[in-house]
């Protein structure tokens, strides 16, 4: 008879293996910033720092998509590990 895996053990490695993918990946987004720009990504601390609206949405936009896309691969990853390793 087969084992059936612990189901919490699955989720919190998949959710703690998104998180850890996230902040890698915002760092990494923020050192390309840095790199191509010269400047950090725009936060919302810098409202009053005159970066311009397109600046903002752009930023914005690479880092959610990026971000949703790690997230998924790294929570689909480790869900897939957890599986096979409570299951034997």
């Given at each position: 008879?087969?084992?059936?895996p612990?189901?919490?053990?699955?989720?919190?490695?998949?959710?703690?293996?998104g998180?850890?993918?996230?902040?890698?990946?915002?760092?990494?987004?923020?050192?390309?910033?840095q790199?191509?720009?010269?400047?950090?990504?725009?936060?919302?601390?810098?409202?009053?720092?005159?970066?311009?609206?397109?600046?903002?949405?752009?930023?914005a936009?690479?880092?959610?998509a990026?971000?949703?896309?790690?997230?998924?691969?790294?929570h689909?990853?480790?869900?897939?590990?957890?599986?096979?390793?409570?299951?034997?």
């Amino acid at each position: 008879m087969d084992k059936q895996p612990d189901t919490r053990t699955v989720k919190l490695a998949g959710t703690l293996a998104g998180v850890v993918a996230s902040a890698v990946a915002q760092r990494v987004i923020s050192a390309g910033w840095q790199a191509v720009r010269g400047h950090k990504p725009p936060v919302e601390e810098d409202a009053d720092a005159g970066i311009r609206l397109g600046e903002v949405l752009v930023a914005a936009a690479l880092s959610g998509a990026v971000v949703a896309v790690v997230q998924v691969l790294a929570h689909r990853g480790a869900t897939k590990a957890a599986r096979q390793v409570t299951t034997r």
